[in-house]
């Protein structure tokens, strides 16, 4: 997957997990949020001269062997939902070319304004992956409902409960995994499909 990029919309908090995934397997990938939340995948400043001070006997870098991550790197860009234009300009200016990859998971009220305000980005026929919630306020199930009908997309609708225990809610590791299933979907070339992760029934104490 080396030398593609990925924009990834709220991709520091519960999809943190895909951005590190993606990140390590030599994606270039780009993080639009208000506040910086660092990545356990990054190279922090200052790691290349760390990583240059070696003990006696280190054998440096050598063209062919196995580069930190891949190759990859996530960058964040300070952005906010509720200014699409400006988020898309910045996410622009970061990737450095089209996205092969869009992965979303947005606030209802800013959902169709930021996606709509990034569809630009995309390289033709990219992918989009996006997660929904699992009830909306008044208790019913959100329909899938793909906003960019250009781009095949995975809707990931989130169960109440986990799929393995009725008894606990669902997981943020079962949410990162299923939103991968659903990334190795979107690579692979599927149709737009939507795929649940966990019941959608009470929460059973
Ligand atoms: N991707 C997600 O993790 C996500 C997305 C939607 C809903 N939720 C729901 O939110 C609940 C709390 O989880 P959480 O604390 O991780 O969620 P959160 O506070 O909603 O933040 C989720 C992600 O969205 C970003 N974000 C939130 N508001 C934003 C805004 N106005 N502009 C730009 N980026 C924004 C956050 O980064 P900053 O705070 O730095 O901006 C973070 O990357 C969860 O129960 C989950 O169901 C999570």
């Known amino acids: 997957m080396a030398g593609r990029k990925a924009l990834i919309l709220a991709g520091t908090g519960m999809l943190a997990r895909v951005a590190e995934v993606l990140t390590q397997e030599g994606w270039h990938v780009v993080l639009p949020s208000r506040r910086y939340h660092p990545l356990d995948c990054e190279l922090r400043p200052g790691a290349a001269a760390r990583r240059s001070m070696r003990p006696p006997g280190h054998r440096p870098y050598r063209p062919g062997t196995i580069r930190p991550w891949g190759g990859g790197r996530a960058i964040w860009v300070e952005a906010h939902w509720d200014r699409p234009r400006e988020l898309a300009a910045k996410a622009e200016l970061a990737l450095r070319g089209p996205a092969d990859l869009l992965v979303a998971w947005i606030h209802e009220q800013y959902r169709r304004s930021v996606?709509?305000?990034?569809?630009?980005?995309?390289?033709?026929?990219?992918?989009?992956?996006e997660v929904r919630g699992g009830l909306s306020g008044t208790g019913t199930v959100e329909p899938p409902d793909p906003l960019l009908?250009?781009?095949?997309?995975?809707?990931v609708q989130l169960g109440t409960v986990s799929a393995y225990d009725a008894h606990r809610s669902l997981a943020q590791e079962e949410i990162a995994e299923g939103v991968l299933d659903a990334v190795r979907r979107a690579l692979n070339g599927h149709a737009t499909s939507t795929h649940q992760i966990g019941q959608l029934r009470p929460l059973v104490r």
Do not use: F, K, R, Y
């Open 149 to 155: 009908p250009l781009h095949p997309t995975q809707v």
């Open 115 to 129: 996606m709509g305000a990034v569809e630009s980005l995309l390289a033709d026929e990219a992918p989009v992956v």
